[in-house]
């Protein structure tokens, strides 16, 4: 595919069919994100996906956790909406009504986009990236790039993604059922699969203006 396709054919994904990805495309999709740059070259990121059972259990504990009521607590911090700058606060409102207002006209009401979290988007493939601890601020850089380049991947070869707070919001559960001791820090999460025909897979998002945020300074 060329770039600007694989870069237009990637969007964030909520409900995905009951497809398995195979293990050699999973490699593959990692493989190329290792292409990555990162700080002196110190490929920060450790990668565990969970597929089958283990994803099963994944699925189960987040869904009896979050029936609980059981507050997430991911690896990295939350900030809370009033703590980000006005232009992101205004763009995450956006983001929010453009939402908000697509599911309702698509009758499907808010609780679609719920229902997709608590699922876990129905994925296949969650993909962790993880770094062992101290964790500083450019291996957040450096895997926050490895994502993207991972999604990219994903798209060039037909599978959709989403980047989800919501895979990763319990992470003690992660570490206990992946097996990964308390050093590793879970910083992100990827859900990957086949999208299927769900109304909430056809919202698309938008971008400011360029000029909002370019500074071109001769
Ligand atoms: C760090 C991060 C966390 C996210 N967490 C969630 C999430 O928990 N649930 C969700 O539905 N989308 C989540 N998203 C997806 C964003 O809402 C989405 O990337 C954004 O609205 C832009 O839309 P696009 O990915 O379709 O271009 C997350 C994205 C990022 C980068």
């Known amino acids: ?48 996906i969970a597929t089958g059972t283990t994803l099963t259990k994944i699925r189960a504990v987040f869904q009896r956790r979050t029936a609980q009521g059981v507050a997430g607590s991911s690896d990295l911090e939350v900030a809370h909406r009033t703590n980000w700058a006005s232009a992101p606060r205004r763009n995450m409102a956006t983001w929010n009504n453009d939402l908000s207002r697509y599911l309702a ?61 919501e895979i990763v919001k319990y992470p003690d559960e992660l570490r206990r059922i992946l097996n990964l001791d308390g050093s590793k820090k879970i910083l992100m999460g990827v859900a990957l699969g086949y999208a299927n025909e769900a109304v909430i897979n056809g919202f698309r998002t938008r971008r400011v203006a360029t000029a909002d945020i370019l500074t071109i300074r001769d």
Do not use: C
């Open 1 to 48: 595919m060329d770039f600007e396709r694989v870069l237009r054919a990637r969007h964030s994904y909520r409900a995905f069919r009951d497809q398995a990805i195979p293990t050699e495309t999973l490699k593959m999709i990692v493989n190329q994100a290792q292409l990555t740059p990162s700080w002196a070259n110190a490929q920060p990121w450790e990668v565990v």
């Open 105 to 165: 006209e698509a009758t499907v009401g808010v609780q679609a986009y719920g229902t997709s979290q608590l699922s876990l988007f129905n994925s296949p493939a969650l993909v962790y990236i993880v770094v062992p601890g101290p964790v500083n601020a450019w291996e957040i850089f450096d895997t926050g790039a490895f994502a993207q380049t991972l999604m990219l991947s994903a798209a060039n070869q037909g599978i959709q993604s989403i980047p989800a707070y």
